[in-house]
């Protein structure tokens, strides 16, 4: 099985680490990870603000670029539905303009191969019990996009269960929205502030040491606003935890 890891723009320029800690956990459980240096943005802030035929060349980009990968594996719930859910509609759309060209092929080969970390390690490679290691205690906040659009359902929390060392503690609200929403933050900042505040609060009332969630995004306004209201929860995303183990745990 080759797996090649899609990084993401806010994991590539903001999370480093969180890439890296997806190699190491796939590379521990036995899967070979390649990393195509040509792939660049799925284009979901492009296609979100309204410039669909300025994503088309982004999907031709991505499907050529994992063209030879069994699987793709991201670590961003809200990238893997803009390829399974958008990418279609987009190449539909350029063949009702009379435009279909290779969109279709390329949208219909990206979607059927790209997986979201956790599911990818659910349901393709069978596992629940990672031989992680995390000795804090822990709340998950379910992404939109995760929770909505790809139906992750229980499989991060199925997870974080097995992880040696760590409390799950149960977030009040979890499935109400952070306020993120990508470019929703950037038009209406105030409405998202607002939303952010009420979800921080409840995550600190939690009295967990740590958040997580399967979106970077989400976790950078998450943690932008614990930071400015003080709270002592820090963010971190599911993959890190997922590959700490007993001799390198932080």
Do not use: W
Not at 42 to 66: K, M
Not at 139 to 146: E, L, S, V
């Amino acid at each position: 099985m080759r797996v090649g890891l899609f990084v993401t723009c806010v994991n590539d320029t903001l999370y480093p680490r969180t890439g890296q800690a997806v190699v190491t956990l796939l590379e521990r459980l036995g899967v070979r990870v390649g990393f195509p240096m040509d792939q660049s943005c799925c284009g979901q802030p492009l296609f979100n603000t309204g410039y669909r035929h300025g994503t088309e060349p982004l999907v031709l980009r991505y499907a050529r670029a994992f063209r030879d990968y069994d699987h793709v594996v991201t670590p961003s719930g809200s990238c893997v539905a803009m390829v399974r859910e958008s990418y279609p509609r987009i190449a539909a759309k350029a063949a009702a303009e009379g435009r279909a060209g290779p969109l279709a092929e390329a949208a219909s080969s990206a979607a059927a191969k790209t997986y979201e970390l956790t599911e990818f390690l659910v349901d393709v490679l069978g596992v629940t019990d990672v031989g992680a290691y995390f000795p804090h205690t822990v709340t998950y906040h379910p992404t939109c996009h995760g929770l909505r659009a790809l139906g992750l359902g229980d499989r991060p929390r199925r997870l974080l269960e097995q992880v040696k060392g760590l409390e799950l503690r149960e977030l009040a609200g979890a499935e109400e929205c952070c306020g993120f929403g990508g470019t929703f933050a950037v038009k209406n900042p105030a409405v998202s502030s607002v939303m952010g505040q009420d979800k921080a609060r409840a995550i600190t009332a939690t009295g967990a040491h740590r958040v997580c969630t399967v979106d970077n995004s989400c976790l950078m306004h998450i943690g932008g606003i614990l930071s400015r209201e003080g709270s002592p929860v820090r963010p971190v995303h599911i993959a890190e935890i997922l590959a700490a183990t007993e001799g390198g745990a932080r």
